[in-house]
């Protein structure tokens, strides 16, 4: 199928907050149902920036393409620019992915200089990496700089050599969330899921389950026939609906994937949870539910790394302002607490996050227009932002394109991506803004 390139939905605005969740509405129009989280509570799911194209993995599903070795790093100034794009499209609080390629080889000190340069605009950070090169060292750094979320990529489709199941990676993953300890970021790891790691999925959530101490968030992400990898078209037991399954197998209970939607209905499921005693319980089960509280209660913000009780405390100050929800919010925690109360008792009440997400990409032959349309996973390009998919079907078209680039020193660089030496040249207008 066709699809639009050119995404002139995505208009530069320097409207505030509601303008931009109203023009979200807009474009999210023909998924505009009532418990869709964009376009009310956020602006889009999250964007992800590329501050390099290379990695130091060659994964059997690589979303790369051929070229993205031999890519320089775009310069720092463009980096800032595509930030400040960011908040212009989506403003503050986005959650923004520092990605690639894999981030932690760019050189470090200009690492550390785009999160602190994304956090003083609002901006909310996650690094997104396979951890190899990312140090516990590295990683305090970028939390000192204002990094919120740091991602780990693990997996059997990496051939690393600590193991082929992901049983066997578990040391690995061990090994990360040490490195993370006391650091204030909220740990996520990545899956992708193929035919040869679909069976270990449950035990899999189960090892999350049990650490959901340290782990706010698990993504299990659908083979997809694009990039450089050599693995193509996915088996045809892996969708969104039988990984959801295998998550549920692995929870030892049936979860309402239904509750909340985030963008278009084929391309996510979300899932936020309470984890008491190792035991994993929906935060909210009935959509009618979801959708009669964000309207009424869209007035709330909170970030996904504050603790239960904080946002508990929140809803409660809230709630008491609403006469008409006494009952029904009274109604939904007496059956949510009663279905945990032993677990509460045997865990002290101790009561931890864990949000559950599946992340069903498309095949780059295979692209609709309307998931396209209605994407709430970007990433910020020199034209602008583009849904995650049309980016990696097209990726050449994005990262060869040489760019004019205004330097803080006032000189002019014309970035040339297969050149390892970019040249300077005198200074000319180009449509980028200063560094602040």
Request: glycine share 6%; hydrophobic share 40%; with cysteine.
């Amino acid at each position: 199928m066709t699809v639009n390139i050119n995404q002139s939905s995505f208009i530069k605005t320097s409207q505030g907050h509601k303008g931009l969740l109203a023009k979200t509405a807009e474009r999210m129009a023909d998924v505009f149902v009532p418990n869709q989280i964009l376009g009310r509570l956020q602006t889009i799911g999250c964007v992800a920036v590329e501050i390099t194209q290379k990695c130091n993995l060659d994964c059997t599903l690589c979303y790369l393409s051929e070229h993205s070795q031999s890519v320089s790093d775009i310069p720092i100034e463009e980096v800032f620019r595509r930030l400040d794009d960011v908040l212009e499209h989506f403003g503050e609080g986005t959650h923004v992915q520092i990605t690639g390629g894999d981030p932690t080889l760019r050189k470090h000190s200009e690492l550390i200089e785009i999160v602190r340069y994304a956090t003083d605009l609002g901006l909310k950070t996650a690094l997104f990496t396979n951890g190899i090169s990312a140090s516990r060292k590295l990683l305090k750094n970028l939390a000192d700089a204002g990094l919120c979320d740091v991602a780990f990529h693990v997996d059997t489709t990496q051939r690393r050599s600590e193991s082929d199941t992901e049983a066997g990676l578990n040391v690995i993953r061990e090994e990360y969330i040490k490195r993370t300890e006391g650091l204030g970021l909220m740990v996520i790891f990545n899956t992708t899921v193929h035919k040869d790691n679909f069976h270990e999925i449950p035990d899999l959530v189960s090892f999350f389950r049990q650490r959901a101490k340290q782990v706010g968030l698990v993504s299990f992400q659908l083979q997809a026939d694009t990039g450089r990898g050599e693995w193509r078209q996915r088996d045809f037991v892996i969708n969104q609906k039988t990984v959801s399954q295998q998550i549920e197998k692995g929870s030892t209970k049936n979860l309402p994937w239904d509750a909340i939607q985030v963008g278009h209905s084929e391309c996510h499921h979300y899932l936020p949870t309470l984890v008491v005693n190792g035991n994993v319980y929906p935060v909210v089960w009935s959509k009618t539910f979801f959708a009669d509280f964000m309207r009424d209660f869209q007035q709330i913000s909170w970030d996904r790394r504050h603790r239960p009780f904080y946002i508990f405390a929140r809803f409660v100050v809230e709630w008491l302002k609403q006469p008409k929800w006494w009952w029904r919010m009274t109604k939904h925690s007496v059956k949510l607490f009663k279905s945990m109360s032993r677990d509460l008792l045997k865990s002290r009440g101790k009561v931890q996050k864990m949000t559950f997400f599946v992340q069903n990409f498309m095949d780059a032959e295979e692209l609709q227009q309307e998931r396209i349309d209605a994407c709430s996973f970007m990433v910020m390009t020199a034209e602008g932002p583009v849904s995650m998919c049309l980016h990696n079907a097209s990726r050449d078209d994005y990262i060869l394109k040489p760019l004019d680039i205004q330097r803080a020193d006032g000189s002019s660089l014309r970035y040339q991506p297969l050149q390892k030496h970019q040249e300077k040249i005198n200074a000319i207008p180009v449509q980028v803004s200063a560094i602040k």
